[in-house]
């Protein structure tokens, strides 16, 4: 399974019923589609990114199953961790295994749960989106039956879309919640990766984390700024061109031109006669 699960649950007597909220290894080929899932389309790149990572870390974040009595599982949540499960070639996957009846057990066992004092901020978001999908709570009702601000049960839930190498960084201590909250700020995947390790590798405090991603993205800021500003220029210095171009074609030519000076003209044209036409006045330039 990778250091995935091992990372971020405690091993589970395999032999024993899961109560409520508890974990299990189950076999994949046992698992019943959710009915009632009413997404249908899975982006195949992002699910093969995944299975790559469930390859190499394991699965970060079980799924949830019902217990059909018979043997099989109906799958609750997370079927795009079963697919890419399936994908990265595994035969079971852990899973939070629910019985019919179970809805007010689970919502108590997980409140209950979130407050204890040993849990990482990891543990806390997986407990959150848990009553979250499975016992319906909104954001708002979620804050009132945990004791906590909405923003910060948002904050909790947010750390959940971080890559996977730093859900793990969290687990293991490599960097804190505040560490964390900096990079969500980033929006790519690979930027937030790479500062990971910088943090890691460099010790950095929380300050020096902000510091360093503030001037990161004002640089970025600054380069998107000259970018734009370049391309208004270059629009500016051929828009004479363009309009010379439209009025001698009678049509709505369009100049495309890159930053780098690179580009191509454009003009359009709603028939043959139109095309024709055009035909004729680039031969009366030629002759």
């Given at each position: 399974m990778g250091r995935g699960l091992g990372a971020l649950i405690d091993d589970v007597d395999k032999e024993r019923p899961a109560a409520a909220g508890g974990i299990l290894e189950v076999e994949i080929e046992k698992i019943q589609a959710n009915p009632f899932q009413p997404r249908?389309?899975?982006?195949?790149?992002?699910?093969?990114?995944?299975?790559?990572s469930i390859r190499e870390l394991g699965i970060i974040q079980p799924i949830s199953v019902r217990d059909m009595g018979d043997g099989t599982y109906q799958l609750i949540s997370g079927e795009r961790r079963l697919r890419a499960a399936t994908l990265a070639g595994l035969t079971t996957i852990p899973a939070y295994v629910r019985t019919a009846d179970d809805q007010a057990m689970l919502e108590m066992a997980l409140v209950e749960n979130i407050q204890r004092e040993d849990l990482d901020a990891i543990e806390i978001a997986i407990s959150y989106q848990r009553l979250i999908e499975e016992c319906h709570l909104t954001q708002e009702t979620l804050s009132e039956r945990v004791g906590k601000k909405r923003s910060t049960v948002a904050n909790y839930l947010r750390l959940l879309k971080l890559p996977a190498e730093i859900q793990l960084g969290i687990r293991e201590g490599k960097i804190t919640m505040g560490h964390a909250r900096t990079l969500i700020n980033v929006d790519d995947p690979a930027r937030q990766i790479e500062l990971?390790?910088?943090?890691?590798?460099?010790?950095?405090?929380?300050?020096?984390?902000?510091?360093?991603?503030?001037?990161?993205m004002?640089?970025?800021?600054?380069?998107?700024?000259?970018?734009?500003?370049?391309?208004?220029?270059?629009?500016?210095?051929?828009?004479?061109?363009?309009e010379g171009l439209a009025q001698l074609f009678g049509t709505d030519?369009?100049?495309r031109v890159n930053e780098k000076g690179?580009?191509?003209i454009v003009i359009p044209f709603a028939s043959t006669e139109e095309l024709e036409e055009i035909i004729e006045k680039f031969d009366k330039l030629n002759g």
């Open positions: 249908t389309a899975f982006d195949e790149e992002a699910l093969q990114e995944l299975a790559a990971y390790y910088q943090i890691v590798d460099e010790e950095l405090s929380v300050r020096q984390t902000e510091d360093l991603v503030r001037r990161m004002n640089r970025e800021l600054r380069r998107t700024t000259e970018k734009e500003k370049k391309k208004k220029e270059i629009a500016e210095a051929f828009s004479h061109l363009r030519v369009q100049v690179k580009g191509k």
